[in-house]
């Protein structure tokens, strides 16, 4: 059962690379005009932004110029992008006494740590075995809006592409969430600050 879970972790990020793999070439055009610009960092107003309210259970605010995108990620309850700017960012969650319970049974469960603190290690397992040269790096963030939670940069390359990541983990009443913000190649200095005022948005309804 363990290694299902993992495996399945593992497949769920794959699909996920396969769809940045699909577009790669559709975007190196564009990456050529744009290389001046690629190191400077993205600077948007408050009223750059949109507002996404995802059913009763959380909303999050992204940049206007992100659109829905159907086929980012199939588990995924939020997936918008703009893959011109090479801009993605998607939010998964999944039931946290499932998730507790799963970890426990299998003794993969810290209970000296949070929820939260055990979901981040989980993740970051999963992506150490999906991303080749695989490299994180903690933020020192415990909350996002009264929640708990963690944030973190990684740094990995997938069937030759670069890519970077900041992904936040939050801890609700009755979910997990992973807020997981990605581009690839030159891309991550002009958006880092973009991806981590996102996942700052998150606030549970």
Not at 77 to 98: D, F, G, P, R
Not at 138 to 154: C, S, T, V
């Amino acid at each position: 059962m363990k290694r299902v879970v993992f495996v399945l972790v593992s497949l769920t990020f794959l699909s996920l690379f396969g769809c940045l793999q699909m577009i790669d070439g559709a975007n190196k055009a564009l990456k050529e005009v744009n290389e001046n610009s690629a190191d400077k960092s993205e600077s948007l107003s408050v009223n750059s932004y949109q507002t996404i309210n995802i059913d009763s259970l959380y909303s999050l605010s992204l940049p206007d110029y992100m659109k829905f995108y159907e086929n980012l990620h199939p588990e995924a309850s939020l997936k918008y992008a703009n893959i011109y700017k090479e801009a993605y960012t998607i939010v998964i969650h999944e039931n946290k006494e499932e998730f507790i319970d799963t970890f426990k049974a299998f003794d993969e469960y810290d209970i000296d740590l949070s929820p939260v603190e055990n979901y981040a290690l989980v993740q970051k397992r999963s992506f150490k075995e999906t991303l080749t040269d695989f490299k994180y790096q903690d933020y020192g963030l415990i909350e996002i809006n009264g929640q708990p939670a963690r944030q973190i940069k990684m740094f990995g390359t997938v069937d030759g592409l670069n890519a970077s990541y900041v992904v936040a983990f939050v801890e609700g009443k009755d979910n997990m969430y992973m807020i997981l913000n990605w581009t690839v190649g030159r891309r991550y200095e002009n958006l880092e600050n973009t991806f981590e005022y996102i996942n700052g948005t998150f606030e549970l309804l």
